[in-house]
């Protein structure tokens, strides 16, 4: 069995530091623990996608299948886990709106963010897909899917959501076929929050 089971975050980020952890007191074969780290944020760093590598840590006790009963004394063993991302996705809720077209001019384009990016992506259903889910955002008015009919013909995406805090966010992306193996993004953010355009339109990548 496995006692004292625990991850650690090891990163060279400062929007998060790491404050503290709950392990798990001991974790039997065959079953399943819970084990929980926490992060302070930062709030004087802007959010973006950071990246922590990850192990868990443990002691683990030999037991005899039969009795139960402990066959060794603890040692100790760390385990390597795939990488901890936390993007700006993670900071959005989707929530649509019922007139895309009004909460956007409302939104006015006082803080609007405008970005332009090349990505290797096949076909434009694959790259809005990607890019929806670099967002974190609801798709609004039925801009969620490409039309067959549509071909190549470039795609206007319009999506909404609320950022931490509150922030009510949308975003027009347009989408558009560059050869035969590239997308060309162009995508405008606004927001209520002066700074929460630019830190959506930095997370595509």
């Known amino acids: 069995r496995l006692e004292n089971v625990s991850v ?7 929007l998060f530091e790491v404050t503290g952890e709950i392990p798990a007191e001991s974790i039997k074969y065959g079953e399943t623990g819970n084990i929980f780290s926490v992060l302070q944020r930062n709030m004087d760093v802007p959010i973006e996608t ?3 590598a990850a192990s868990l840590h443990f002691n683990v006790i030999q037991v005899d299948p039969a009795s139960g009963e402990d066959e060794s004394d603890a040692f100790e063993e760390e385990y390597p886990l795939e990488e901890l991302e936390i993007s700006t996705a993670d900071f959005m809720a989707k929530v649509t709106v019922p007139d895309f077209r009004k ?3 409302n939104a006015t384009n006082a803080n609007e963010v405008m970005e332009k990016y090349a ?3 096949k076909s434009l259903e694959e790259a809005m897909a990607s890019v929806i889910n670099m967002l974190g955002m609801q798709p609004c008015d039925g801009t969620g899917t490409i039309k067959a009919a549509a071909g190549a013909k470039p795609h206007m995406l319009h999506a909404s959501g609320v950022f931490i805090g509150g922030k009510s966010t949308f975003a027009r992306a347009q989408f558009s076929m560059q050869g035969d193996s590239g997308v060309v993004l162009k995508i405008a953010v606004r927001s209520e929050d002066q700074n929460v355009p630019r830190m959506v339109a930095d997370c595509i990548r």
């Open 8 to 14: 650690m975050l090891e990163g060279d980020v400062d």
């Open 50 to 52: 950071n990246v922590f």
């Open 103 to 105: 909460a956007w001019e």
């Open 119 to 121: 990505l290797q992506y």
